[in-house]
């Protein structure tokens, strides 16, 4: 078992930057590649970032590529999401998961999800 706790989220203005966070517990952390995924109001969970478990590897939406970078911290059992260039179309609930088989994309190969945390950028 995994527990995951995002935050970070907030308001921000159209152009401006956020950092979330996930922290992880449980199990070993190290073990897992790590995902972040975002639901906006109305519509399905969507792929955002996702990286190995060793941090070598990452891989990205074609929607954030240039502006979103994400991290992690295998000795404090940390994952990350650097956002810059905030647009509007960026506000969503955003998830970070622990992947478990399968393609990085897909919310099917993720095992454990945190409760989210509200990401909402003004224009």
């Keep these: 078992q995994v527990q995951l706790v995002e935050s970070g989220g907030g308001l921000v ?3 401006g930057s956020l950092r979330l966070s996930c922290a992880a517990s449980g199990r070993t952390f190290s073990n897992y590649a790590m995902g972040w995924f975002r639901q ?3 519509k399905g969970r969507a792929f955002v ?9 990452t891989n990205y ?4 590529k240039g502006r979103f970078t994400i991290s992690r911290d295998n000795a404090k059992n940390t994952v990350h999401l650097q956002m810059n260039s905030l647009q509007p179309e960026d506000t969503a609930v955003y998830y970070c998961a622990a992947h478990y088989s399968g393609t990085y994309a897909y919310t099917s190969g993720y095992k454990y999800w945190g409760q989210g945390t509200q990401v909402t950028v003004s224009s």
Excluded: H, L, R, Y
């Design 13 to 15: 203005q159209a152009g």
């Design 40 to 42: 906006a109001p109305g």
């Design 49 to 57: 970032a996702a990286i190995s478990w060793s941090g070598g590897s």
């Design 61 to 64: 939406a074609d929607s954030v």
